[in-house]
């Protein structure tokens, strides 16, 4: 795979109970397209995801939700969870990093039920409405991820 988004900076916003193949596979994705990426939560230390009917593995936080900034990141991924998103829209910090990429225009990747967040941050739901945001619904959609992110405002580094 060519690494489309050398450099760029991607941060993964979970909380517990988080959509654990949508976190893999797209950090999967993302890392072999060369992109730098970071787990913040508004949970300390570990995050428990949720596959299938129970919990999943644990994951390291990167950075706390409370100190991550919107202009540290070039985009925005949020995996589903019925559990993470009822812990996500407990806090401002959701609201203020959300706003943050999409006053800004950057790049957000919703996947099902995290579209829930765009209500919670006072952002309008008709997902129609927003050209950098790219809601995911079937893990066949996860392939589509790199080509949309990479249509990037900034300079994406040819690689080597």
């Known amino acids: ?72 990141f070039d985009m925005l991924v949020i995996p589903g969870g019925q559990r993470s998103m009822d812990k996500l829209k407990t806090t401002a910090h959701t609201k203020r990093i959300v706003n943050s990429f999409m006053s800004a225009g950057k790049k957000v990747v919703m996947f099902g039920d995290a579209v829930s967040v765009l209500d919670f941050a006072g952002q309008n739901t008709d997902v129609s409405m927003h050209d950098n945001l790219m809601v995911v619904e079937t893990a066949e959609d996860i392939a589509a991820i790199v080509p949309f992110l990479a249509q990037q405002d900034v300079q994406i580094p040819e690689a080597a």
């Open 1 to 72: 795979m060519r690494k489309t988004l050398q450099g760029l900076k991607v941060a993964i916003l979970v909380s517990n109970g988080f959509n654990q193949q949508d976190f893999t596979e797209t950090q999967k994705l993302l890392n072999a397209a060369g992109a730098g990426v970071k787990v913040v939560s508004p949970d300390q230390g570990l995050v428990n995801g949720w596959e299938g009917t129970g919990w999943g593995h644990h994951f390291p936080v990167d950075q706390q939700l409370a100190t991550a900034l919107g202009a540290d």
